[in-house]
Nanobody, 122 residues
Framework: DVQLQASGGGLVQSGGSLRLSCVASGFTFDDYSIGWFRQAPGKEREGVSCSSADGSTYYGDSVKGRFTISGDNAKKTVDLRMNSLKPEDTAVYYC????????????????WGQGTLVTVSS
């Protein structure tokens, strides 16, 4: 079974940093695009970043220059390093995986991990 285990959320002050990790199991890591969505209260789910199976990386406009996604094929993990955090980054962050060569910003046919809450205080 495909499983995604997310961790690393927490409470941080504005301007601080956090690192989220997503550990994958049950599938061939290299075949999948893996990334992160987030959902703030009362808002739509938003694409944050993706490491696509075709080798491309993507970032949402609101996080470009602040967040960095990286993958470790041997450990089957995808990390999201979040710097210069802002209160508007507060959300539940979900890692996801899909079989699209470019898996950026799609919610169709995704596998999902459980969410991890990131709270940024002002």
């Amino acid at each position: 079974d495909v499983q995604l285990q997310a961790s690393g959320g927490g409470l941080v002050q504005s301007g601080g940093s956090l690192r989220l990790s997503c550990v994958a199991s049950g599938f061939t890591f290299d075949d999948y695009s893996i990334g992160w969505f987030r959902q703030a209260p009362g808002k739509e789910r938003e694409g944050v970043s993706c490491s696509s199976a075709d080798g491309s990386t993507y970032y949402g406009d609101s996080v470009k220059g602040r967040f960095t996604i990286s993958g470790d094929n041997a450990k089957k993990t995808v990390d999201l390093r979040m710097n210069s955090l802002k209160p508007e980054d507060t959300a539940v962050y979900y890692c996801y995986a899909n079989l699209r060569p470019n898996g950026w910003n799609t919610v169709v046919d995704n596998y999902w991990g459980q969410g991890t809450l990131v709270t940024v205080s002002s």
